[in-house]
C-alpha cells in the first residue's frame, strides 16, 4: 500500500472549560494552567506513539474539539499543531479546525493558531441575545463575541463557522430570528453555520430543572417554526442546507464532519475521544489522571462491527445529509442495493412522503416532511 493511499481524519479532545455551561453533557471542566499544560504534554506523547499505526495513512482534517480548546495558549498550540504535521503525512490543503469561544481569545492568540496551521475556525456564539446566554450559562456576551469574530478576521480567517442554538429558555421564534438576522449583518458573514436545537441531557443543570418544573421552554410547535425559519433564512441569504443541522455557502462544508456522516476513518485523541478505522471503533478512558499518567495506555475494548452494524450505520448517517445516502456507495460497500436488504422501510417511507429518491435512483433521501420527522425515519433501519 502506497503512502496516503487510504485517508484518515483527526479528532483531538481538549476537555477544558472555563465554566460548564448548563447544558452541556461533554466531557470538560475547569483545571489550571499546570494541569492544561501536563495534559498537552501527554498528548504530544499520544500523538507520536499513534502515528506509527498510520503511516499508510493521508490526513485531510485536523479536528479540535472540547470543551474549550482556544483555551489552549499561543505556544501549546503550535507545539501541539507541530507533532501533528511532524507525525502523520497531512494532505497539503487538510481542514484544520479549532472551536473557540468569545472571551478565550485576543488577536494574538488567534494570529498564533492561523500560523500554527488552522485554517478553520468554529465560534460558540450559541444566542446574539446576552438574556439567553445567561440562562443557558455561557460566559461571554454578544459584544464579546463581536470582538472575537472582528479578531478572527483580522488574524486572516476566511473560514469561520457560527454555533446557534434554538429552543433556548425564554426563547422565541422572534428572538431566535434576531440572532440569525444578527449574524448574517456581520461583514463579512460567517462561510459556514450550525444551527441545533438545545437538547436536554440527563445529569445537566437545565435538565434537573426541567425535571423541577422550572424551566421555561418553547413547546414543540415553536421548535419547529424555528427549524423551518432557519433554512428559510439562511437560503434566502445564499446558505445551502448540506445537512440536518448545517449550513454552509458553496464550497466551505465541513469536510471533518461529513467525513463521519460518510462513514471515514477517523482516530481521536485525547480524553474520552472515539475513534472509527476499518470498522472497528475503540475510545480513550475518561479518567483524567489515568491518561495524563499513561495516554498510551488508557484504550478502552475494541468494537468490531458485523456487516448489519455497518449497513444500519451507512443509511442512518447517510439520512442526515441533504444529498441523502448514496445507494451505489452502499452497493461497492456491501455487493447488494439497500433495497435488497430495507425495501420495506424504504418503500413504506416513500409511501409516506419522508423518503425520495434524487438524481434517479443514485440518491435515498429525506423530504423536508422527513427532516421534521428524521429520527423517527433513521430509527426503521436499525435492527
Known amino acids: 500500500m502506497m503512502r496516503g493511499e487510504m485517508e484518515l481524519e483527526l479528532y483531538i479532545h481538549i476537555p477544558f472549560c472555563?465554566?460548564?455551561c448548563l447544558y452541556c453533557d461533554f466531557l470538560s471542566a475547569p483545571a489550571g494552567e499546570e494541569t492544561r499544560e501536563r495534559y498537552v504534554q501527554a498528548l504530544l506523547s499520544e500523538i507520536t506513539g499513534?502515528?506509527?499505526?498510520?503511516?499508510?495513512?493521508?490526513?485531510?482534517?485536523?479536528?479540535?474539539?472540547?470543551?474549550?480548546?482556544?483555551?489552549?495558549?499561543?505556544?501549546?498550540?503550535?507545539?501541539?499543531?507541530?507533532?501533528?504535521?511532524?507525525?502523520?503525512?497531512?494532505?497539503?490543503?487538510?481542514?484544520?479546525?479549532?472551536?473557540a469561544n468569545p472571551g478565550t481569545v485576543d488577536l494574538k492568540k488567534l494570529t498564533a493558531y492561523g500560523e500554527a496551521g488552522v485554517n478553520r475556525l468554529s465560534i460558540g456564539l450559541q444566542s446574539g441575545d446576552n438574556g439567553e446566554l445567561a440562562a443557558i450559562g455561557r460566559i461571554h456576551t454578544w459584544e464579546q463575541f463581536l470582538e472575537a469574530y472582528?479578531?478572527?478576521?483580522?488574524?486572516?480567517?476566511?473560514?469561520?463557522?457560527?454555533d446557534l442554538m434554538s429552543t433556548l429558555p425564554g426563547q422565541t421564534t422572534e428572538s431566535y430570528c434576531g440572532t440569525l438576522r444578527k449574524v448574517l449583518a456581520l461583514d463579512p458573514p460567517p462561510e459556514h453555520i450550525s444551527a441545533y436545537s438545545l437538547i436536554l441531557e440527563e445529569g445537566t443543570v437545565l435538565y434537573d430543572r426541567h425535571q423541577a418544573g422550572l424551566l421555561d421552554l418553547p413547546d414543540e410547535d415553536e421548535d419547529r417554526r424555528m427549524y423551518r425559519e432557519t433554512k428559510r433564512i439562511l437560503e434566502e441569504a445564499g446558505y445551502g442546507r448540506y445537512e440536518i443541522s448545517n449550513y454552509a455557502r458553496a464550497g466551505f462544508e465541513c469536510r471533518h464532519n461529513c467525513g463521519y456522516w460518510q462513514r471515514r476513518d477517523y482516530l481521536g485523541l485525547g480524553l474520552g475521544a472515539s475513534s472509527m478505522t476499518?470498522?472497528?471503533?475503540?475510545?480513550?478512558?475518561?479518567?483524567?489522571?489515568?491518561?495524563?499518567?499513561?495516554?498510551?495506555?488508557?484504550?478502552?475494548?475494541?468494537?468490531r462491527l458485523t456487516v448489519t452494524e455497518q449497513m444500519e450505520e451507512y443509511m442512518f448517517l447517510g439520512l442526515r445529509l441533504t444529498e441523502g445516502v448514496d445507494t451505489e456507495g452502499f452497493r461497492e460497500a456491501f455487493g447488494c442495493a439497500p433495497e435488497e436488504i430495507y425495501g420495506a422501510v424504504i418503500e413504506k417511507n416513500i409511501r409516506d412522503g419522508l423518503l425520495r429518491y434524487r438524481r434517479g435512483r443514485g440518491h435515498l433521501a429525506l423530504t423536508e416532511r422527513g427532516m421534521d420527522l428524521a429520527n423517527y425515519v433513521m430509527a426503521q433501519f436499525l435492527a
Open 150 to 162: 472582528s479578531q478572527a478576521r483580522q488574524a486572516g480567517f476566511a473560514n469561520i463557522n457560527v
Open 50 to 99: 499513534r502515528s506509527r499505526e498510520y503511516r499508510d495513512r493521508l490526513v485531510t482534517s485536523v479536528f479540535l474539539g472540547g470543551g474549550t480548546p482556544s483555551l489552549l495558549t499561543d505556544g501549546q498550540m503550535k507545539r501541539l499543531l507541530g507533532t501533528v504535521y511532524g507525525s502523520f503525512f497531512l494532505a497539503q490543503d487538510a481542514e484544520i479546525t479549532v472551536e
Open 18 to 20: 472555563v465554566k460548564k
Open 278 to 303: 476499518g470498522n472497528v471503533r475503540f475510545q480513550n478512558g475518561e479518567e483524567l489522571e489515568h491518561y495524563l499518567r499513561d495516554p498510551l495506555g488508557c484504550r478502552k475494548e475494541e468494537n
